[in-house]
């Protein structure tokens, strides 16, 4: 056994059924076979396979990790195994020089796949055969491009996995470890991830879980394509986040007040600048405008949707989800008729980025005294709620509306209320005498 630092190095004979000629004679009850080498560092350890070497089992020494005897054949066998130790151990000692942190994965690989170091420059006869993990991200992110040219996933999940990525990077940078190799990733890492992005992006249980299962697609991904060895993290379970959906919305009081809130009035006091009067005012409009059509922001903003009119004087506003290339459609309300004519058309509605729209919303809901942060989901969520708890239309046709692929994610956006079993739930007069309760 070599011992060098916080690492040794077995070797093992291991039975095998193939039977070369070896050069000495045994009885037929002596078994064949090869001598593997193990690895152990920092008592974590893993195998690099066969030395190629064949003996029977008496000519190996187990206790002493040499073969027997001293024939021309056992001292040359003996001499492979010094240069297998030696090498093991100057790779070890260069990977310690080079990486922050050694792990077991990490030699494996280097040992393996012939990846050396010379000169300081760690060199690749081959190709790339140790990625970190923002390494893969990036390659998965390559490849995602190329999915969503061919139309297989939208431009809206292209970006949302990008910010994970993102997101992820800042961690290992912030960690000092994104250099580390992906193959030496563990549970541990996972839950330290959790961590800080709850506590230093202050992330919600629900997107720290999005982020946890973007690492394991991204390994997932990196390991079919042959880019991993082995998924490390591939018996992982990710716990499920379970908290209550935030449903934020206006009441139909508040949303009132807020169509009908005179930002001039502030101008004139000089509370604000006039300009600023006139922004604000064109941003209540965008969001009043999807409170009543609950449009995602990427979707209002990229104006996929047209206005028909039909022959009883309706609007009818179609369109076709940027995220998940669902049609929707709805009938205009009043309020949002309003809205489209004071622009002239949909071409000259207020267009902002989301977060400017959300500063903007901010100052809107302090001035109009509502008791919640306004953002573009809000009025998303209003919607969803006028429709099923106001206008008492069904789930599915809701979830039409929104643009979403099933009734499941319709609870992020909405829950029933009481007002709205109440309206539902006959009396037992009602159940009892139809006829008579029409009269």
């Keep these: 056994m070599y011992n060098i630092n916080r690492m040794c190095v077995l070797f093992w004979f291991r039975k095998s059924t193939i039977s070369n000629q070896v050069p000495t004679n045994k009885t037929t009850d002596d078994p064949k076979g090869f001598i593997q080498r193990r690895v152990t560092y920092n008592a974590d350890r893993d195998e690099l396979g066969s030395t190629h070497i064949e003996c029977y089992k008496s000519q190996w020494d187990a206790v002493h990790q040499v073969f027997k005897g001293k024939s021309v054949w056992a001292q040359e066998q003996n001499k492979k195994l010094k240069s297998l130790e030696q090498r093991i151990s100057k790779l070890v000692e260069d990977l310690e020089r080079e990486h922050e942190e050694v792990t077991i994965p990490l030699i494996k690989n280097y040992f393996c796949n012939k990846k050396r170091i010379r000169g300081g420059q760690e060199v690749n006869t081959n190709r790339q055969v140790i990625y970190s993990l923002i390494d893969l991200c990036t390659a998965h992110y390559d490849h995602q491009q190329k999915r969503q040219k061919l139309k297989k996933i939208t431009e809206s999940t292209l970006e949302i996995q990008s910010n994970y990525a993102a997101n992820i990077g800042d961690y290992l940078r912030s960690k000092k470890i994104d250099r580390l190799p992906a193959s030496s990733l563990n549970h541990d890492f996972m839950e330290d991830l959790a961590i800080y992005l709850a506590e230093s992006e202050g992330f919600a249980g629900s997107h720290i879980e999005k982020h946890l299962k973007f690492v394991k697609q991204t390994l997932k991904w990196a390991t079919d394509r042959g880019k991993l060895v082995k998924n490390p993290l591939a018996g992982y379970k990710i716990e499920s986040f379970e908290e209550e959906p935030d449903t934020t919305h206006l009441t139909i009081e508040e949303l009132q007040r807020l169509i009908h809130f005179d930002f001039d009035t ?43 009119l039909d022959h009883q004087g309706n609007y009818w506003l179609t369109g076709q989800r940027k995220k998940t290339n669902k049609p929707f459609f709805l009938k205009l309300l009043e309020p949002s008729v309003a809205i489209l004519k004071k622009y002239d058309g949909l071409e000259n509605l207020p267009v902002k980025s989301n977060q400017k729209r959300n500063d903007s919303l901010k100052l809107i809901a302090a001035f109009v005294n509502l008791p919640m942060n306004l953002s573009t989901k809000i009025a998303r969520k209003t919607f969803a709620d006028l429709a099923l708890n106001e206008m008492l239309i069904p789930s599915d046709d809701v979830a039409t509306m929104l643009g979403l692929t099933s009734t499941d994610r319709l609870k992020h956006y909405v829950r029933p209320r009481r007002n709205r079993i109440a309206k539902l739930l006959s009396s037992w007069e009602q159940l009892a005498n139809p006829k008579q309760s029409k009269n």
């Design 266 to 308: 502030l101008a004139k006091s000089k509370k604000i600048h006039a300009l600023t009067a006139e922004t604000l005012e064109k941003e209540r409009d965008a969001f009043v405008f999807n409170c009543f059509t609950g449009m995602h922001h990427c979707d209002y903003t990229s104006k996929r949707y047209h206005i028909e």
